[in-house]
């Protein structure tokens, strides 16, 4: 468990307390159900889109401390970008959790507290999950996403 420990750093711990818009959001033009069977992790996204910009955004559900403060997270960066903007940031935060390398850490800022993930493939799931959900439903689409 140690090393497990080693990513719950303060800022993820903040966010699994303390979930930013952590709530149905009213008036959402699309949502999004997220499952990760490995873990049981499952949320619902949230977006309300104005063109292409995401004017807000919130999620609801349940999972483990690493998927919830990620989701947490990913609603305070994305609000107010484009589509193609969250999903930049989708990518090279991707790349940071699978361990690849070529990471814009422009694109991360925050994010990079779950750095140590990339050690832990279980964990990589959890870690993505709402932003799977997330990047579904900035493409319209309406079913539930499992990231098997
Ligand atoms: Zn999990």
């Known amino acids: 468990m140690s090393e497990i420990n080693e990513l719950y750093q303060d800022l993820i711990l903040d966010h699994t307390?303390?979930?930013?818009?952590?709530?149905?959001l009213e008036g959402a033009s699309r949502h999004?159900?997220?499952?990760?069977?490995?873990?049981?992790?499952?949320?619902?996204?949230?977006?309300?889109?104005e063109g292409d910009v995401i004017r807000d955004v919130s999620f609801q559900g349940s999972g483990c401390a690493i998927s919830k403060s990620s989701a947490s997270m990913m609603t305070t960066i994305v609000k107010g970008k484009t589509k193609c903007e969250a999903e930049a940031i989708f990518e090279n935060f991707h790349?940071?959790?699978?361990?690849?390398?070529?990471?814009?850490?422009?694109?991360?800022?925050?994010?990079?507290?779950?750095?140590g993930v990339s050690e832990f493939p279980v964990r990589v799931k959890c870690a993505s999950l709402a932003w799977h959900t997330l990047k579904a439903a900035l493409g319209g689409e309406e079913k539930t996403i499992t990231t098997e």
């Open 17 to 24: 307390k303390k979930p930013r818009n952590f709530e149905v």
């Open 32 to 49: 999004v159900e997220g499952y990760n069977p490995l873990c049981g992790d499952r949320y619902t996204i949230y977006v309300r889109m």
């Open 95 to 115: 790349k940071m959790i699978t361990g690849q390398s070529g990471v814009d850490k422009n694109k991360i800022g925050k994010l990079e507290v779950f750095h």
